[in-house]
Each structure stands twice: as structure tokens, then as C-alpha cells.
């Protein structure tokens, strides 16, 4: 029987990511489609913390790794152990969240494993042996089903595509195992973690976002954010032009969103950006150029100035409230 088996990602702060959870459910997918079964596996300094939110997610089993090399993340000591392990219980598939580290460690896993690798996967089809893997290529222009034909298949996943995987499906037995450590010659120094009042750009609901538009002034950008609850972002020109910084890009080559609102502000919608944000559930364009790219993927757009706009939008929804 084929063995699916997701990686698990935990923080900084040891808590799971919640790309975690979308991840698994993609998992379970390819699991049913492939007629297998559902492995997890978590490594760490002390991973058996977390452990236990894994065991109700519908998996046959989670496997718990413990090391006091692996407290702190390093590709070059996670993919020796993370390895091993898939050749252990002769994974057929492994996959993790396109997050930051799922982008570093996983195309080093499918080297270790001398594995075909698909990446930013969005969806499954097939059956069987014939499983192929949807990913989108040309910043999300064209969609393409892959076949991988080596023995061992890597992939990631775009976690805005799966619903995160409910906490109720069952108890998945814990296994710890005994994680294979390699020298490493990249020391971890330090982490300077950005933080927040907002919500994770990648996991809020509604995301408010401007562009050029802006001409560096994000006030009316933030406030709305705050009046929705709502993460901020940014197009890749806003930060390059150094207005805002570097982790709130939403694009080909910042972040992937698809919250339930998108609100893009003074941003003309660049085929990078679209490629970003276009799965979002509803998209709101508020440009002056009526023929900004934008309103191709808008559901409701306004061709106004967005300084007008803001205020008077919030000013709404403050009376609702």
C-alpha cells in the first residue's frame, strides 16, 4: 500500500504552523486518490509537545523525531533526518507546505532521495499509480498536470488551495523514531522575527494591499487593515521602492494568498502580483485607470482615487459596526 507521508512544520515559538494542517488535508487527497495511507512526521528539539494536535487528523500514523540538534531549523539537518525516516517506512510520496522552510528543505529532501520533485501543487488527479500532480507555471497563466515516474515522489504544496484538516478524524498512533543527525557546516546564529499586531499575511481572512498607487504613503492602506481585522500587504514594486517592508510582497515572488477578502489599492496588476492573489475568494480593485489588469480578476471594482475611497470606506463600516 502506497505511503503518503506530510512533514510537518512547527514555528519559532514551537507551535505548528497552519500551513500544517492544509497541508495534511491535500495529503489525505493524494492518500485516497493513490489508494494509501496517511503518514505524518515531525522532528525537533522536543516535537512530542505538539505531537498530539497531529493525531486527530485523519492520519495512520505520526512520527515524532527528537534531537537536540534539531531544535533550531537548518536544511542541511533536517534532510538527512527527514530522509531516512522516508526510506524507513518507504514513503512513495512526500510533500510539505510551499512555506518558506517547505521551499528550502524539500528540493534538498528529493536530491537525498534521488526523487522527481513537483512543486506549488494545487490539486490531484488520477488514480492509482497514475496519480499526477497540478501545478501552475507562467506566474499561474498555464496549469499543468505532471506525471512523476521516479519511485519516490517529492512535492510541495500551495497551502491556499486545501482546506486546513479538521481535528476530529480519529487517533493516528504516535511512533518516535531515532533522527539520523549530520555534521553540519552552517551554524544557526540567530532569528529576528518581524512581528505583528496583524494577522500572518498567509493565513489572514481578509488582506488589505496597495501598490504604486500609494506613492509610498500607507496610512489609508494600515487603517483600513485595522478596521477589518485585516493583514497588510504590498505589490513588488511598493517594496522595492523600499516604502513598506520586504515580507508583506504578495506575488510570484513574495507571498501566495487567497483570503476570504482581498482588497487591492492602487495596484495595476501586474501578471507577477495576479499570480499571488488571484485565488481569493473575493477580490476587491480600487485603481484611477480603468484599464488596469486588476479588473480582469476583480469582483467589484471602483475606478476612483484610492485616498478618496479608503476614508470614506471606512467611515461605512464604521456606522455598521
Not at 476530529?168 to 523514531?177: N, R
Not at 494591499?209 to 506613492?215: A, H, I, M, V
Amino acid at each position: 500500500m502506497p505511503i503518503v507521508l506530510i512533514i510537518a512544520e512547527q514555528q519559532p515559538d514551537g507551535h505548528l504552523r497552519k500551513a500544517t494542517f492544509n497541508a495534511i488535508a491535500a495529503g489525505k487527497q493524494l492518500a485516497e486518490k493513490a489508494g494509501g495511507e496517511l503518514h505524518i512526521a515531525l522532528v525537533g528539539k522536543d516535537p512530542a509537545k505538539v505531537a498530539d494536535e497531529l493525531k486527530a487528523t485523519g492520519a495512520k500514523a505520526v512520527h515524532v523525531g527528537a534531537a537536540p540538534e534539531l531544535e533550531h531549523y537548518l536544511a542541511e539537518t533536517y534532510a538527512p533526518a527527514l530522509a531516512a525516516l522516508a526510506t524507513d517506512i518507504k514513503a512513495d510520496y512526500v510533500g510539505m507546505a510551499s512555506t518558506a522552510q517547505g521551499k528550502d528543505l524539500m528540493p534538498r529532501l528529493a536530491a537525498r532521495l534521488k526523487a522527481a520533485m513537483a512543486t506549488d501543487v494545487m490539486g490531484f488527479n488520477g488514480s492509482g499509480a497514475d496519480v499526477t500532480f497540478t501545478r501552475p507555471m507562467w506566474a499561474g497563466n498555464v496549469f499543468a498536470e505532471v506525471k512523476l515516474t521516479t519511485p519516490v515522489k517529492v512535492f510541495s504544496l500551495r497551502a491556499t488551495e486545501f482546506s486546513a484538516a479538521a481535528g476530529s478524524q480519529g487517533a493516528a498512533e504516535v511512533k518516535t523514531f531515532t533522527p539520523k543527525v549530520e555534521a553540519s557546516k552552517t551554524k544557526y546564529v540567530d532569528f529576528k522575527e518581524v512581528k505583528s499586531a496583524r494577522p500572518e499575511l498567509t493565513e489572514a481572512r481578509v488582506v488589505v494591499s496597495g501598490g504604486r498607487g500609494t506613492k509610498g504613503d500607507f496610512k489609508e492602506i494600515e487603517a483600513l487593515a485595522d478596521e477589518l481585522g485585516a493583514a497588510v500587504g504590498a505589490s513588488r514594486a511598493v517594496c522595492d521602492a523600499g516604502w513598506v517592508p520586504n515580507d508583506l510582497q504578495v506575488g510570484q515572488t513574495g507571498k501566495v494568498v487567497a483570503p476570504a477578502l482581498y482588497i487591492a489599492a492602487g495596484i495595476s496588476g501586474a501578471i507577477q502580483h495576479l499570480a499571488g492573489m488571484k485565488s481569493s475568494k473575493t477580490i476587491v480593485a480600487i485603481n484611477k485607470d480603468p484599464e488596469a489588469p486588476i479588473f480582469q480578476v476583480a469582483d467589484y471594482g471602483i475606478v476612483a482615487d484610492l485616498f478618496k475611497v479608503l476614508p470614506e470606506l471606512r467611515s461605512e463600516l464604521a456606522k455598521l459596526k
